[in-house]
Structures are given as structure tokens and as C-alpha cells.
């Protein structure tokens, strides 16, 4: 009960935050700053770090428990502390949003290094999923995680598929897939909220677009 109490606690503030900021878009679009869409959600990564941190400090203690030679020692050491540094940039890079909306752009964060931005003309729609949490088996078919699609117009063909990290999502045949274990709690209102946002940052895009001009973003 503690664990659903969390969750639930988890989802209205970021609801409650959300509200809060889409009284703000209209303003920020005006003044051409971003619009935050879809929040990251660093808790994964901060699991692993401290996991790992945990595992790099448990193998120094070993070795010198052991009475290993100083450089192993120092090898081991070294090697937890890089790992650790590696797993800290995770978690900041996972902390940033999975959409962002700017100047008729939307930008799609599914790599830690990298992010695309999207003419947000070519942005059809975006509806919920789900998707398996592992090989399906059967004690694995049934466990499935929440997801939100991005669809891109078919003539986009340019966008059709980019690389991800495979944690966070996929792109694929002009599908975005973002992982709902990654971002903000999903549900139905994140869903709904999203989709009335591109809709009406399209209608804002085509009210002062001149008669066929595109949107370029990069």
C-alpha cells in the first residue's frame, strides 16, 4: 500500500505541475521560449548509479581484504569511479524531457547524447501504448509497460527512424515510442494534454506561416 501510495503521490504532483506550466504555453510561445511537453524521469538511473557505486566500493573493500596488491587496489578504484561518473551522466541526461517544444519545433530526447528536432508540421498525432517489458514467455506475457506514440505524417520520409537508446524508446517507420518508465507518469491525461498542445501549437504555427513555407528546425 506504501509503494501505491507513492506512486499516486508521484503522478499528481507531476499532474498537478503540468497544469500549472500549460497555463504558461501560450506566454512562452509568444516569447518564443520552450515549452516543456513531457518530463524525464531520472529514478531509473539513479538505481543503477547507486547500484553501481555500491558494486565499485564493495570490490575495493574485497581486495583490500584480501590484502591484493596496491595497484589492483588502485585499478579497481579507478575503474568504479569512472563507471560511476558514467552512470551519474545517465542520470543527468535522463533527467532532461522527452519533449520539448520550440519555435514550431519539437524536440525528441530518446539518447542520452543526442536529440532531434522535429518540424512540428509533420506531427500527426500522438495516442497511448504499451510494450513488453521482456521476451515473451509465459511468465512474461502478460507484463507490459505504458507507452505514448508520436505518430509523423507518411511523407516524412526523412524521419522515418532514427537511432535511441533502447531504454527510453524507439523510432521506427515514423512511430516515436517513449517509455513510460523514463518520463512523467503516463495516463490518459498526460495522453489528452499532449495531443491538445501539438494541436494547438500547429494552429499558432499555421496562423502566422506564409502560404508554403516549412518549418525548418536545424
Not at 29 to 35: K, P, R, V
Not at 97 to 112: I, S
Request: with cysteine; charged share 20%.
Amino acid at each position: 500500500m506504501a509503494v501505491n501510495l507513492g506512486e499516486n503521490a508521484t503522478a499528481k504532483s507531476y499532474e498537478t505541475r503540468a497544469k500549472s506550466e500549460s497555463t504558461m504555453d501560450a506566454m512562452t510561445a509568444e516569447a518564443g521560449a520552450s515549452e516543456v511537453w513531457l518530463r524525464g524521469n531520472p529514478r531509473p538511473a539513479i538505481v543503477g548509479a547507486a547500484l553501481v557505486g555500491l558494486l565499485a566500493a564493495a570490490a575495493v573493500a574485497a581486495a583490500l581484504a584480501a590484502g591484493s596488491p596496491p595497484w589492483i587496489v588502485w585499478s579497481l578504484a579507478a575503474a568504479g569511479l569512472t563507471t560511476t561518473v558514467l552512470a551519474l551522466l545517465l542520470v543527468a541526461a535522463a533527467s532532461l524531457p522527452r519533449l520539448v517544444h520550440r519555435a514550431g519545433c519539437l524536440r525528441v530526447r530518446l539518447a542520452p547524447l543526442a536529440a532531434e528536432d522535429v518540424p512540428l508540421e509533420i506531427v500527426e498525432c500522438v495516442f497511448p501504448g504499451s510494450s513488453p517489458l521482456a521476451a515473451s514467455t509465459a511468465d512474461t506475457a502478460a507484463r507490459r509497460v505504458g507507452t505514448v506514440v508520436v505518430r509523423l505524417a507518411e511523407r516524412a520520409t526523412a524521419w522515418k527512424r532514427r537511432p535511441t537508446f533502447a531504454g527510453w524508446g524507439t523510432w521506427e517507420d515514423g512511430h516515436i515510442v517513449i517509455d513510460g518508465r523514463w518520463c512523467e507518469p503516463l495516463g490518459m491525461e498526460v495522453t489528452r494534454r499532449l495531443g491538445e498542445r501539438i494541436q494547438e501549437a500547429k494552429r499558432r504555427l499555421a496562423a502566422v506561416a506564409s502560404p508554403g513555407s516549412g518549418q525548418a528546425c536545424r
